[in-house]
């Protein structure tokens, strides 16, 4: 059972509660570090009552139209199956593109998805070591002597944090609802106490207050949104996790526990900065009870490595979906639990994060450094979102232009100025994401033409299937007893395994099977559902098989031959032996397909990736490897 069927058959409450241990974690610990960057950053203002009520107003109309409305009233709608992310935008809108190939804007489509994604990786590089490095940070006000142990001991943790990822989210997070919960618990009441010290500071919800702050501070105030953008990090996280909660229980997680948390602690936060100016270097634990700072740097730092956990655990989701859709190489994939399918573990992709955290909290050494970085990746993937979704609303939903237009220009509002504002910062660490991402999308769209590339000259090399089945009617050909299956993505072609087979040792199996496995255009494929067989071409021992899998699932040759026991074909794995090809890809002289930067990385992607036996979970002892040269 997956693990979103799982947790809906849970109460309302307890599902609610449970994504609040998840969902939230990244914008629930933007407090730490929003109002701190505003006032203390590298375009930090002056402290002063029209700046402060100015800066409250732009978080929290932020809040209300980026999360609130976009995101939680909208954009959640557009679902796959259940689904949400990037990924699952770009499948909704699949039809429409193969519809009009030649129009610029659906042709666009793929490519925006791609930069999407691209942006989350980069935020799943860079929300682990600030948000950690941000909770770390307040050590200074508990012990002022143990200044300089702040960057050791956030490479401390987030190396543990990685460590233990082998273990599976769902060991990780068994503490995740419990922590939360007081984590907005205690954000509320510190902000409640600093409110009712100084309760005019609640006017900064009339939107006035930004309007003038614009006014009286013209272009620094357009500095000042790539700031104030940080209040709303992890509102792709509320889409992304769709799947994993369902849109009700997020939308009561967020409109009754952790949006008046977050509002409430922002407010408590500006009621101290209007009361002591001075604190405007740190006025998250400012805004704390001295007596409550010690549990609540401990809280905060177990907040933030939560925080960090949705996002790597994003990270892991994203990538399975961009290995089965074709846009990454196959990866060793761990299922961390026997009952939930989406809890999984990918080694590579969790190595190659942690050298990255470590190294981005080495190169800035403080949370001011990323947050500039911080703020263009997340501005890049709501922006695209604001456009996929668009998309979605005039050309699936059928939309009038007014409304999908008018809603698009209400988000764009918001999405252009705080990608402006931020790519002004590029200088300041913007550079780092952009960087991330030309280097991902680079690799990942290589990786897409390069398979395309291998599969027409596959095609071209590979003998059609009648006439090798015209061949094995007309010829003796010696018949091994057991079953072949050979691995294809196209069924009516012969598989060069087996026409090798064939050609040199002049012997093919009793039974074979041509196994094509397809990830389909939605998450989730039933099992019942599962296997389609061919069968016309028995009387020659040869059988089509085509297995689907949708691009949430990751396959499983067991899985594959227990439901192929109602296909009408058993495959038992003690029985079968499952021929595979290996290529070794070799740079052609004068080859014009790819350029050669691209056929270099091609190159090394081949041959690093995962191989197919392990990947589909075929025993080893049943797998033969023919090997064929091929030049791109």
């Known amino acids: 059972m997956s693990a979103e069927h799982e947790i809906r058959r849970a109460t309302p409450a307890s599902v609610t509660l449970a994504a609040l241990g998840v969902v939230f974690g990244d914008i629930g610990t933007s407090p730490l570090y929003t109002l701190k960057e505003c006032f203390y950053g590298p375009h930090a203002i002056a402290v002063s009552p029209a700046n402060v009520m100015g800066i409250l107003s732009l978080i929290f109309w932020s809040l209300m139209v980026v999360i609130t409305i976009k995101y939680v009233l909208f954009v959640s709608r557009a679902d796959d199956h259940g689904e949400g992310g990037t990924f699952a935008l770009l499948a909704l809108l699949q039809g429409a593109v193969k519809r009009s190939p030649a129009n610029p804007f659906f042709r666009a489509l793929p490519y925006l998805a791609l930069c999407s994604a691209a942006f989350l990786y980069s935020d799943g590089m860079i929300t682990p070591a600030i948000s950690v490095l941000s909770a770390v940070e307040g050590l200074h006000m508990v012990l002022p002597a143990a200044g300089g142990m702040v960057v050791p001991l956030t490479c401390g943790i987030l190396i543990l944090l990685f460590m233990l990822q082998k273990y599976g989210a769902a060991r990780i997070g068994g503490i995740f609802c419990p922590v939360m919960l007081l984590w907005f618990a205690a954000l509320a009441c ?65 409109l009754f526990l952790a949006c008046p948390a977050l509002v409430l602690n922002y407010m408590g936060q500006g009621a101290v900065l209007l009361g002591a100016p001075a604190s405007g270097h740190n006025p998250f634990y400012q805004a704390v009870p001295q007596f409550f700072l010690p549990f609540m740097m401990v809280l905060a730092t177990l907040a933030t490595v939560i925080a960090s956990q949705a996002l790597i655990s994003g990270v ?103 990608l402006g504002a931020n790519l002004i910062k590029i200088l300041d660490g913007g550079w780092l994401p952009l960087l991330g991402s030309v280097v991902l999308i680079s690799v990942m769209t290589t990786w897409k033409k ?167 979970n075929i025993p080893s002892s049943r797998v033969v490897e023919i090997g064929t040269h091929l030049s791109l």
Request: glycine share 8%; charged share 15%.
């Open 190 to 254: 510190c902000g409640l106490i600093n409110i009712a010290a100084c309760p005019q500071v609640l006017a900064a919800v009339n939107p006035w207050h930004a309007i003038a702050y614009f006014q009286a501070s013209h272009l620094h105030g357009l500095l000042v949104l790539g700031t104030v953008v940080l209040c709303i990090t992890g509102g792709e996280a509320l889409y992304a996790d769709l799947g994993h909660f369902g849109r009700r229980p997020i939308r009561k997680g967020w």
């Open 316 to 418: 892991y989701s994203l990538t399975q979906q961009a290995v089965l859709l074709g846009f990454l190489p196959r990866m060793r994939v761990v299922h961390t639990s026997t009952s939930a399918r989406g809890q999984i573990y990918l080694p590579t992709i969790n190595n190659l994060l942690m050298a990255a955290c470590i190294a981005l909290v080495l190169i800035f050494q403080n949370s001011s450094g990323l947050a500039a970085a911080y703020g263009l990746a997340v501005t890049g993937a709501m922006g695209i979102t604001s456009l996929l979704f668009f998309a979605v609303t005039r050309f699936i939903w059928q939309w009038p232009l007014w409304k999908a237009g008018g809603l698009l220009l209400l988000f764009l509002c918001f999405d252009l100025p705080f």
């Open 450 to 616: 390069g398979r395309a590339l291998m599969q027409k000259r596959f095609e071209q090399m590979s003998m059609p299937l009648p006439a090798f089945l015209s061949a094995l009617r007309e010829e003796k050909q010696s018949r091994s007893p057991g079953i072949g299956v050979f691995m294809t993505l196209n069924q009516h072609l012969t598989p060069m395994p087996l026409a090798r087979s064939m050609a040199l040792i002049h012997s093919v199996p009793e039974r074979i099977v041509l196994l094509t496995v397809k990830t389909e255009e939605r998450p989730y494929v039933e099992a019942k559902k599962r296997i389609r067989l061919d069968d016309r071409e028995k009387d020659a021992g040869l059988y089509r098989m085509l297995v689907s899998y949708g691009y949430m699932q990751n396959p499983d040759m067991a899985e594959i031959a227990e439901c192929s026991k109602h296909s009408g074909l058993y495959l038992p794995l003690y029985d079968c032996t499952f021929y595979l090809g290996r290529e070794s890809i070799l740079a052609a002289e004068g080859a014009r397909a790819m350029r050669p930067w691209r056929r270099a990385i091609f190159i090394f992607l081949s041959n690093n990736a995962w191989n197919a036996a392990t990947f589909y």
